[in-house]
């Protein structure tokens, strides 16, 4: 398989005000880096606040990134959507979580789906609305629904309207930004149905950021978790799920609320989240979950640790499985 | 089990005027909570949740919206009768709403400290409000919400937050003033589970401390399995089933609970379900019969033409389908 998007080391920080130092930045992507293989669905989970809607439209460049490089088939395409090319465009689109406001109320269906049509496609009149025709028959909706207003359907025909216009250019690659949770579960999993159809049908590739720990375990290929600005695991989904390293991601999958004992039994032991949820104006040092460990040690307030690769696949960013944690321990022991 | 009803919704149908008709949403829907109970409302996107819910404080819009038929009795009196007055209390004291959507609800042309402050100031007697004193309450709002920069955020607009920020001032703005009644539409769609943990054990302080009572309206059943007494299915506009929580994830009746609860994506993996077949009624000429009928599997002519009633099947558990019928 071939990788389709990396991203090194990308940063994007936002400028917040300033002190008596200079300018105060809030380091909302902080260091990421990771590959996309071509035809995946990498799932993205992460703390609310931890960067994932910026580091997703820093992809598909709404924003320029403050550092770092993301290469689009081996080309870096680091710059803003203004300057990439037609042909790059077309190529990385983006659904957002809240169709209700992605989609301008004032245009006909068949309004919003024609502009990509003419800007990727060129294509007008007859042929415009043919295209859009298909566009709706790929999503399941019918053709009468060019003439609608987006404020006269519902929310889950409102998200497919959303898919179908992210397709009119015929990307490779679709960023999903929270794409059903605005929605009840029977119309969610129609639409991550339908997704999965039509990746099959046009050999799309997904980077599918979600708070669901269950939709994402049934969809991902592979799952990144990131916290503060900085991914703490990445590994394949079934082995993410039954052998999870980074503390964090204990914390989540043991919070997810399910709806039967059974399930209840197959989590890990519940690891309760308390305090205060530190700022990405101010990371704190060292491991920056470490505030809220419960397995932190001495060493991870001083040291940042480095990703590492636990087994093929997967990796964790945590000082269990660097070196600096025998050291720690033995301190311990001595102590 | 509290006994004393604090709110009873009793036969409430909601229409909206459109070019063509009515849209016949809310239809002969009745609810009640008791004092100190968590109640949770779920079912499909459009079915009529913040509909109902905005009918109780009377803040659906005006122009559009028409409630020909029932009653929404709050502490004895019927919202649909009081006066300015009375409202403005009710609003104020009485109920308070966490918006299901906290990018409209908050405005994007003031900064998150301004409309949280003012929220906080005319909560406030006048004579306590300094303008410190009302900044110190915001900061420890934002505090309570597991919000970090407390300072920081009180100075961004709300594009500059992410959307569970966003969605964190709307529940601190909800819970600064204790009321007898919370309704929060959706509190933990933008949330990561540890935090949606976190929030809801607060929610569950509030019930708690001040006797508060909830209601919950949430797509995902998990949180509502964890965080409810009871649960009330609505599907098109009705209440299709109710029941304590307990109860209704382990003997669903209604045909749409039990395809609602097969569409849930297990932790343990599987695949994703179906979903249930067809799609919600158009509300402008909505089924005569059951509204459920035309998705479901086991309707019979009966289905067709008549409104199945409310059935009692014992221990609180209450289903609107003709096969429960003895
Ligand atoms: N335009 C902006 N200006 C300043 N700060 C911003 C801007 N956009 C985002 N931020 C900040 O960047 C951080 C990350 O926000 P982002 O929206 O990427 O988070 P997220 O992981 O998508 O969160 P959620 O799960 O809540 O949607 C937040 O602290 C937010 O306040
Ligand atoms: N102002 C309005 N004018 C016309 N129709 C409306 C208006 N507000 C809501 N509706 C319609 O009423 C129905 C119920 O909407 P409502 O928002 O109450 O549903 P909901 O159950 O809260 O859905 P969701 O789970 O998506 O939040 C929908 O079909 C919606 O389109
Ligand atoms: S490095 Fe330390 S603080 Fe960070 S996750 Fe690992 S054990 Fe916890
Ligand atoms: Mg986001
Ligand atoms: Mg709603």
Redesign the pocket.
């Given at each position: 398989m071939a990788v389709i998007l990396e991203c090194r080391d990308l940063t994007k920080y936002f400028r917040v005000g300033r002190n008596k130092q200079g300018p105060v930045y809030l380091r909302a992507v902080d260091g990421v880096s990771f590959e996309v293989q071509e035809g995946e669905t990498l799932g993205l989970v992460g703390e609310s606040g931890s960067g994932k809607s910026t580091l997703a439209y820093t992809i598909v460049g709404m924003y320029r990134p403050t550092g770092g490089h993301i290469l689009f088939r081996g080309q870096d395409i680091g710059m803003e959507a203004d300057r990439r090319s037609m042909a790059l465009k077309k190529e990385i689109q983006i659904v957002f979580q809240d169709p209700g406001s992605s989609l301008n109320p004032r245009r006909t269906i068949g309004q919003i789906l024609g502009l990509p049509l003419v800007l990727h496609r060129g294509l007008r009149g007859a042929a415009q609305e043919e295209a859009a025709i298909e566009l709706l028959r790929k999503v399941e909706l019918p053709p009468e629904y060019l003439l609608k207003s987006p404020s006269s359907i519902?929310?889950g025909e409102k998200q497919m309207v959303a898919i179908a216009r992210a397709l009119a250019s015929e990307p490779s690659m679709v960023v999903l930004d929270e794409p059903t949770s605005?929605?009840?579960v029977s119309v969610q999993a129609k639409i991550i149905n339908k997704l999965i159809a039509l990746q099959r049908e046009m050999n799309l590739t997904y980077l599918f950021i979600t708070h669901d720990l269950s939709v994402i375990r049934n969809v991902a290929t592979r799952i990144a978790i990131m916290y503060l600005g900085r991914l703490c695991e990445l590994a394949q989904a079934a082995e993410f799920f039954e052998q999870p390293e980074h503390p964090y991601t204990r914390m989540l999958i043991s919070s997810v609320p399910v709806i039967s004992d059974e399930e209840e039994r197959l989590k890990p032991k519940k690891v309760e989240s308390r305090g205060e949820i530190p700022s990405p104006v101010n990371i704190p040092s060292g491991c920056s979950f470490h505030p809220r460990c419960p397995e932190r040690a001495s060493v991870c307030s001083k040291v940042n640790p480095e990703m590492v690769l636990v087994r093929p696949g997967h990796y964790v960013r945590c000082h269990q499985f660097t070196s600096c944690w025998s050291d720690t321990k033995k301190v311990g022991e001595i102590g | 089990m509290p006994e004393e009803i604090l709110l009873d919704i009793k036969g409430l149908n909601v229409w909206?005027r459109?070019y063509g008709g009515y849209?016949k949403?809310v239809h002969n829907l009745s609810l009640q909570v008791y004092r100190g109970e968590r109640v949770g409302l779920v079912?499909e996107?459009?079915?009529?949740?913040?509909?109902?819910m905005k009918a109780i404080l009377r803040i659906l819009?005006e122009s559009?919206?028409h409630i020909p038929r029932g009653e929404i009795i709050f502490r004895g009196r019927d919202v649909l009768k009081m006066n300015r007055a009375e409202l403005q209390k009710l609003r104020s004291r009485g109920i308070a709403m966490i918006f299901?959507d906290p990018t409209s609800a908050l405005n994007p042309v003031f900064t998150v400290g301004e409309q949280l402050e003012d929220v906080i100031r005319f909560a406030l007697p006048p004579e306590e409000r300094q303008k410190k004193r009302i900044h110190d309450i915001a900061v420890q709002a934002l505090k309570e919400v597991y919000l970090p920069d407390q300072e920081r955020i009180l100075q961004s607009y709300p594009v500059q937050l992410s959307g569970g920020m966003r969605q964190r001032i709307c529940i601190s703005m909800a819970i600064t003033t204790p009321r007898e009644l919370l309704i929060a539409d959706?509190p933990g769609t933008s949330l990561d589970v540890t935090i949606q943990d976190q929030i809801l054990r607060l929610l569950r302080e509030l019930v708690e401390k001040h006797g508060t009572s909830i209601i919950l309206i949430t797509?995902s059943l998990g949180v509502a399995r964890q965080m409810t007494d009871r649960i009330y299915v609505m599907y098109a506009g009705s209440i299709v089933e109710a029941a304590p929580s307990a109860t209704l994830f382990k003997e669903p009746l209604h045909p749409y609970t039990v395809g609602l609860l097969a569409s849930v994506p297990k932790i343990s993996g599987g695949g994703i379900a179906e979903g249930i077949p067809g799609r919600i009624p158009n509300?402008l000429n909505p089924p005569n019969g059951c509204r459920f009928q035309p998705r479901c599997s086991l309707s019979d002519d009966r289905c067709l033409s008549q409104s199945p009633p409310i059935l009692d099947v014992g221990g609180g558990h209450y289903v609107a389908c003709f096969r429960y019928e003895r």
């Open positions: 519902g929310g605005a929605l009840d | 909206y459109v849209l949403v079912g996107a459009g079915c009529g949740k913040t509909t109902t819009p559009v919206a299901q959706e797509h509300y």
